[in-house]
């Protein structure tokens, strides 16, 4: 690219000596994410410490037609930080402090780099909650979740990312600063942009601020291990306890295929009869939680469950836990190369598109095992192979799944977003006009198409081969 060399020279000076990052070894590390999609070296690494940095890395970039693509913890699943056009990352670590937490307000404002698990434990510490809760909370930053709009379990009660976030100051592609949304609970003021930014994946606007919404923390939460005959049973008892009244947090389902894999890991004992299993879990008062736990033991035994386990503190949870927090790097072991699809349909067919999946498996020689948040229908099926001669059958596979997914109702993805890997089967669910309105609204934040290029859209992947 002609124009690097002179933006890297302008931006050493805007900087300081020594924060444009070249050194190779550096460059490997910011050229992936925890997605497939093959690596792609940046061509400079900026660690920015502060909303000016980013601005000022933004105009020069733009001065000079760069590409930028902006990193927090590099934890996405769909490509989703990884530079395909190489040019500039702007990475995220250090601009890592939690700025305040408001008690009387309810509101916490933070800074990208920001660690989930870490932001969860600061809240918790004064009494207050943060619910949204990614599996890869140890891991992943506040700026990624808001990115990609992350979930989580805690999903089915409290919603995702977006239903937390008040406010954000981001910058944009031309390196202006901007102040979108409120501090305030209740706002209707012009467009609500803040809503659009969160989920963009990074292709708008870069978040250099968070301003949260915060919950009181509940005073205790208990957990349910259901074990049961079949998937049928296990749809039925989701309808079932819903149907009674409760709203739990979490609702997990693991399939048949998925149980045998994670059966050996449990600190539980999980019975071969066992062919599906919830993990159910309640939060609230604590006196009102021994009448919801009631009604929710009698709705599953109701619709099938062979045995139900109950555990109420927080050694006894991790253990119900433990097997659901390790399915990904068990699935991950289980075959040599691995692709996790997060697709949702309507809660009551979830047992539906677990059919489809055996069937479609079946079909293509492909092993499926299928978990997920089964309260809200966001079911992660995954594909397993360990020959690259699979692969065809693989992405055949995937394509199946998603026309059956939106057969059924549903959408390609709940909390991974489209990035790199879903791109090209966006016009499964949209059609041409709506793709080409939002590349609109694209080409309008960014007209240079300088900001994290080739995510989302399939004819802006399509201008980089070999990324797929």
């Known amino acids: 690219m002609s124009n ?55 105009r020069i970039c733009a001065e000079h037609s760069v590409p930028v693509t902006p990193r927090a913890g590099g934890t996405g699943r769909t490509g989703g930080a990884v530079p395909l056009a190489h040019g500039v990352v702007i990475a995220f670590e250090q601009m890592n402090r939690i700025k305040g937490i408001e008690e009387d307000d309810l509101i916490a404002v933070v800074e990208p780099g920001v660690i989930t698990g870490a932001f969860h434990s600061a809240v ?20 990624g979740n808001v990115a990609e709009n992350a979930g989580g379990p805690r999903a089915l009660r409290y919603g995702s990312t977006r239903d937390y976030v008040l406010g954000l100051r981001v910058v944009t592609a031309d390196g202006t600063e901007l102040s979108v949304g409120k501090r305030t609970v209740k706002g209707v003021t012009g467009y609500d942009l803040t809503s659009l930014l969160v989920g963009s994946e ?4 870069i978040t250099t601020e ?10 205790a939460v208990v957990t349910m291990l259901v074990l049961l005959p079949d998937l049928a049973s296990a749809g039925r008892s989701v309808t079932q306890v819903l149907r009674a009244g409760l709203l739990p947090r979490c ?19 999980i019975p071969q009869s066992a062919q599906a299993l919830l993990l159910i879990e309640l939060d609230g008062d604590e006196i009102a939680l021994d009448a919801q736990l009631e009604r929710a033991g009698a709705a599953v035994v109701a619709a099938g469950a062979s045995e139900v386990l109950v555990a109420r503190h927080a050694g006894e949870r991790d253990k119900l836990w433990a097997a659901r927090r390790e399915l990904s790097r068990a ?50 099926v995954n594909f397993l192979w360990s ?23 549903g959408t390609l993805s709940g909390e991974h977003g489209i990035g790199v890997l879903k791109a090209p089967y966006l016009p499964i669910e949209q059609a041409p006009e709506l793709i080409a309105l939002q590349e609109r609204i694209k080409d309008l934040f960014d007209p240079k198409h300088i900001l994290n290029p080739g995510k989302i859209f399939p004819a802006h992947v399509q201008r980089f081969h070999g990324a797929c």
């Open 4 to 58: 690097i060399d002179p933006a890297l020279r302008k931006l050493d000076q805007a900087l300081g000596s020594g924060r444009v990052l070249t050194d190779p070894d550096v460059l490997a590390s910011y050229a992936v994410d925890e997605s497939e999609v093959p690596p792609h070296l940046p061509d400079a690494v900026v660690r920015v410490r502060e909303a000016r940095e980013v601005a000022d890395v933004m």
């Open 124 to 143: 918790e510490a004064v009494g207050l909650f943060y619910p949204p809760d990614p599996n890869s909370l140890a891991s992943c930053a506040l700026g």
């Open 202 to 205: 990074g292709t708008l606007a």
């Open 210 to 219: 968070i301003t949260f919404k915060l919950l009181p923390k509940p005073q």
């Open 251 to 269: 609702m997990e389902l693991l399939d048949e295929a998925t149980l045998a894999l994670v059966r050996p890991l449990s600190a539980v004992p």
């Open 331 to 380: 699935l991950r072991k289980s075959a040599r190369f691995k692709l996790a699809e997060d697709v949702v349909v309507p809660r009551s067919r979830i047992p539906q598109l677990i059919d489809a999946c055996r069937r479609i498996s079946e079909q293509h020689k492909v092993q499926m095992p299928s978990y997920g948040h089964a309260g809200d229908g966001n079911i992660h």
């Open 387 to 409: 020959d690259p001669s699979e692969e065809a059958a693989v992405h055949a596979a995937i394509e199946a799944t998603f026309k059956a997914v939106i057969a059924l109702g």
